[in-house]
């Protein structure tokens, strides 16, 4: 019995996911042929070349060519029929794009071929002026490949559907089968054409994120119609969304056979044995399926203890097909949150509990990921993991003199002390991402962030003067803050460069899975809400006071008045690219990247 594993689009292509790998760690430890296919990372090798995205222009210029456009307003396309609305709104995203573009296009296509070296060039990578070009040549390659399927948009780093409708079923359902709608489908059928899946009794595909839900129930269609083989789906976005599996049995007769909830570790196994015929399918827990008669949820697993699994295997898959130089390598020391109270974080859905794996654990990890990758940059994959253990991890580290660099999420907690933060950034802490979410009180006791407030600041100094690189991240526009609040955090983003080294803000979404949702959202202000569609994770909200939009309005001011003053800087605002940021701090240290100033000019 053989297994394949995929990652599908999008997600952003810098470096390895996690998900699939833990899988078939698991599986291969226990005698299964277990392989990985990242489609994700083959996905943006194959359209970032000048052949496609010279297709993609010029399959554009003939739908401008040969359409009749009705002449409807921004507002009327949004009260049409689907296919008038979109054909509308491509008609006139199109010209848009053409006119203010291109200038562009020629030189994306007849660069895109050296930024792809870039990006991989032990020497030119490292040279913000050519790094940060080939950059906006793969931003603009997204921008060209969208074209055609226009107003549905990819970007390297998020995809987006049709955002004139709601994400409801029909119409996720109709961008999954037309090619007018899902750059997905060409690609995948000619991509699927190149592999022998006739081999496979079992395919699985995670889909850990909203961007990945087109193209993976796309690619679940066609591999059901192509292959013999069980088709399952799972990850952290269809545990939120599984509810809705109910009132839509169709899809597993046309999207997958079976969707798998919650931590996978142990139930890849199960599911193994279920393929093998060893198992019932009643008997796999975490699993939704349909009986013929309705569709069926089995029972949960029981509690996943994180020494009990075995290390991610990478086997199979070619590292040097990454959009970068060398490799950050993802590890897991935890699972879910120890705090899990924030009312507006959805984090740990999916995940059944908070656990931690043993420091004697991680270590033999790490060791194990240097010896078999020969990496020595690694992302901790956790939602916080506390100063007390993070002092014993890197006590550990010091006394088998690992020589690694490593950044993570962590929270303002004050046991971060300065030796705390010292001895962490002496065992190779690089960068550490902090929720500093909002500079008002009031605002911060309703997100229950259960840290100390007035000790936030201090521990920011503190990271910083030992040396780590704070990346800040910042939540604007909470139900019923005010512009003054809102300008509170402002402040701290725009006057405290000496602890703030690059940031992302962040729009408040009421997230469907999030503690604020699921109890009074009334408490919160919240008068009226509703999901922007059936598989979307977030609710479209009304609240007492200022309203969302125009909160949303000034945080996107703000946002580009600062991105464009700070344009020449490396990295001031990233939301999805850490991980260059990592290796270039390891390359050129912390000072170097946060004065360098670009003299190339960029595309904004």
């Known amino acids: 019995m053989k297994m394949l594993y995929i990652f599908p689009p999008q997600w952003y292509p810098m470096n390895p996911f996690l998900s699939v790998a833990t899988l078939t760690g698991q599986l291969r430890r226990n005698g299964y042929d277990a392989r990985i296919l990242d489609l994700n990372v083959e996905f943006f090798n194959d359209i970032f070349t000048k052949e496609y995205l010279q297709q993609a222009t010029d399959k554009a210029k003939s739908f401008i060519n040969g359409y009749e456009p009705i002449g409807l307003t921004r507002e009327e396309i949004f009260s049409a029929d689907y296919k008038t609305a979109t054909n509308e709104a491509r008609y006139i995203l199109i010209n848009e794009f053409f006119e203010k573009h291109a200038d562009r296009i020629q030189k994306v296509l007849d660069g895109i071929e050296n930024a792809v070296r ?20 793969l931003e603009e390659a997204a921008k060209i490949a969208s074209l055609p399927t226009l107003p549905c948009e990819l970007t390297i780093d998020n995809y987006y559907p049709n955002p004139l409708f709601p994400l409801d079923y029909k119409y996720v359902k109709s961008q999954c089968f037309d090619k007018n709608d899902n750059l997905f489908i060409e690609y995948f059928e000619k991509k699927l054409e190149t592999l022998d899946l006739s081999q496979y009794d079992y395919i699985g595909i995670s889909i850990p994120d909203i961007s990945q839900l087109i193209a993976g129930l796309t690619l679940g269609r066609l591999l ?31 999207f997958f056979d079976t969707a798998e909830l919650l931590d996978g570790e142990k139930n890849c196994l199960q599911m193994a044995e279920y393929i093998s015929g060893k198992r019932k399918i009643s008997d796999v827990n975490s699993l939704v399926y349909s009986d013929g008669n309705g569709v069926i949820f089995t029972e949960l697993s029981e509690k996943l203890q994180m020494d009990s699994i075995v290390p991610p295997d990478f086997t199979g898959i070619d590292f040097s097909r990454y959009f970068s130089p060398s490799v950050v390598m993802p590890l897991q020391i935890s699972k879910g949150c120890y705090w899990g109270k924030c009312t507006f974080c959805d984090f740990y859905t999916g995940q059944q509990c908070f656990d931690i794996k043993s420091v004697e654990t991680v270590i033999n990890e790490i060791e194990e990921m240097i010896n078999k990758y020969s990496v020595t940059s690694f992302l901790f994959v956790d939602e916080a993991v506390p100063p007390v253990y993070y002092k014993r991890l890197a006590e550990k580290i010091l006394e088998k003199n690992l020589k690694i660099n490593f950044y993570s999420f962590v929270r303002l907690e004050k046991g971060f002390t300065k030796e705390v933060l010292q001895l962490l950034h002496k065992a190779g802490a690089t960068l550490f991402m902090w929720g500093y979410e909002s500079a008002s009180k009031r605002v911060m006791e309703m997100i229950n962030k259960g840290v100390d407030l007035d000790d936030r600041l201090s521990v920011m100094k503190a990271s910083a003067d030992s040396g780590i690189w704070n990346h800040v991240t910042f939540l604007l526009g909470y139900p019923t803050e005010t512009i003054e609040e809102m300008k509170m955090t402002e402040d701290i983003i725009e006057n405290r460069s000496d602890i703030v080294d690059s940031l992302s803000p962040s729009s408040f979404a009421m997230k469907r899975c999030a503690a604020i949702a699921n109890g009074k959202p009334e408490e919160f202000g919240i008068t009226d809400y509703r999901l922007r569609g059936e598989f979307h994770v977030s609710y479209e909200i009304k609240t007492v006071g200022v309203q969302m939009q125009e909160l949303k309005n000034h945080k996107l001011k703000f946002q580009n008045d600062y991105i464009y003053a700070k344009r020449h800087n ?13 290796l270039y701090i390891i390359r050129h240290g912390k000072d170097f990247v946060k004065n360098y100033r670009l003299k190339y000019e960029r595309w904004m």
């Open 118 to 137: 870039v990006m991989r060039d032990e020497t030119d990578f490292y040279d913000p002026e050519k790094l940060f070009a080939a950059k906006d040549i």
């Open 224 to 254: 059901k119609e192509k292959t013999s083989a069980h088709i399952s789906i799972g990850g952290g976005y269809i545990s939120k969304i599984a509810e809705e599996f109910r009132k839509y049995p169709e899809m597993f007769e046309i």
């Open 570 to 582: 490396l990295w001031n605002i990233t939301f999805s690219d850490s991980d260059h940021l990592l």
